[in-house]
């Protein structure tokens, strides 16, 4: 009982806006290296002027726990408006940052929500002037129309979630507001701070609030991490590692397997596709050749974009012959689509770094386009090593019949 009236009191209001401005500070933290990271999203912006104003109204909450404090009227007004306005505009920032920009969610109906807030708090302080002209006693400072418009804004909210994304976690949090909103409604008009279990839900319900406001924003940010670091390793196009990240990813699988094998493929006519068919129409059949070729390797490898129509493979696995899964790819390619590719292979000896062996595959690419094209050519060194190793098999062979 003792623990529910501190925490129904002052020390549980300044434990509950300590917690909160912890949390805006993180977030605020968050805004201010989104900003730098994409200046051009205005939104960020935003957040990072709504953000202050947050914490600066939770600093007049804690003012108000102070009882000499807590009988000014402009402070309770203060941190009325601007709990309700800053409210607005966050969910603005948020609603814009997760819904689609098909939906095209516009300002301009958030404005006029905050303008709507001056407007109503403005009346009543007209039509009852003794709201600010005498102290605040302990029935609280009573603005039941700015307390109702803040019910009706935060429903208005709930129900216009059409095409945003995290909609569950975001309506969560909107859900939580509006009980807050109702327990505060409840304890000053109702039952008057007479059930400590309600001025509890007051203090503690924004600390959840924020929190899932918080975990949304940092959700978006990690988002954005990927992001970035997918479009650094990866081909905008086909989605194939970029030529730096396929040879890097090469290393890595040659200093592990000790041999790994290229597989070159260049699409034949790709040209002409492009004259007579145009870009969009190319673009598209690159991209189903790259899936091919990305299916093909999963698991054995990996697959990237060399440049223009020249995409590769990448067979590391032990046991897995590379002109077989070049002529399975070949195959399906002409089969799937409408193009052919012509097809090099070549496989790291003793000593080759990526980039010969690479180099050697272009080479036997080559080859294949020169003699009549959607075919699969193994480069000498591959077909001499594979020549030596049947070689050496056939006296083992004869060795074990005649023993």
Request: aromatic residues 10%; positive net charge.
């Amino acid at each position: 009982m003792i623990i529910m009236q501190e925490l129904a009191g002052p020390t549980g209001q300044t434990f509950a806006s300590a917690c909160v401005l912890t949390i805006l500070v993180l977030m605020l933290f968050m805004a201010i290296r989104l900003y730098k990271s994409y200046r051009r999203n205005q939104i960020y912006r935003l957040l990072m002027f709504v953000l202050p104003i947050i914490m600066a109204q939770q600093g007049i909450v804690v003012a108000l726990a102070s009882p000499g404090l807590s009988r000014y009227p402009y402070l309770h007004l203060t941190a009325s408006l601007t709990g309700l306005i800053s409210f607005i505009i966050i969910n603005f920032v948020f609603m814009k940052l997760y819904t689609q920009p098909s939906s095209r969610l516009k300002g301009m109906p958030f404005l006029f929500m905050s303008l709507g807030a001056i407007a109503i708090a403005g009346a009543q302080i007209a039509f009852t002037p003794e709201l600010m002209n005498t102290p605040v006693g302990e029935d609280g400072f009573r603005l039941l129309a700015l307390d109702f418009y803040g019910l009706v804004i935060n429903f208005a909210i709930l129900l216009n979630l059409r095409g945003m994304e995290q909609r569950f976690h975001y309506s969560a949090s909107l859900i939580i507001f509006f009980v807050y909103q109702l327990a505060k409604v409840a304890d000053v008009y109702v039952f008057h701070g007479g059930v400590p279990m309600l001025a509890v839900l007051t203090h503690l319900l924004p600390v959840i609030y924020y929190t899932l406001m918080f975990l949304l924003l940092f959700e978006w940010v990690i988002e954005r991490l990927l992001m970035t670091f997918q479009s650094s390793i990866t081909d905008g196009l086909t989605s194939l590692y970029n030529r730096r990240h396929f040879n890097k990813k090469a290393e890595q699988l040659l200093r592990e397997y000790k041999r790994v094998a290229i597989i070159f493929c260049d699409i034949d006519n790709f040209k002409k596709l492009n004259d007579t068919q145009g870009h969009h129409r190319a673009d598209g059949v690159l991209k189903q050749v790259a899936e091919i070729i990305k299916e093909e390797t999963a698991g054995i490898g990996a697959a990237g974009r060399y440049g223009g129509e020249e995409l590769l493979g990448l067979v590391a696995a032990p046991g897995i012959k590379p002109e077989t899964v070049a002529e399975q790819i070949r195959s399906r390619i002409e089969r799937e689509t409408m193009v052919t590719v012509s097809v090099g292979v070549s496989i790291t000896l003793e000593g080759n770094s990526v980039e010969e062996v690479v180099k050697q595959a272009d080479e036997a690419m080559y080859l294949s386009k020169t003699s009549g094209k959607n075919k699969v050519t193994l480069h000498p060194s591959l077909q001499r090593s594979r020549s030596r190793s049947d070689s050496g098999d056939k006296p083992k062979r004869k060795s074990s019949a005649s023993s």
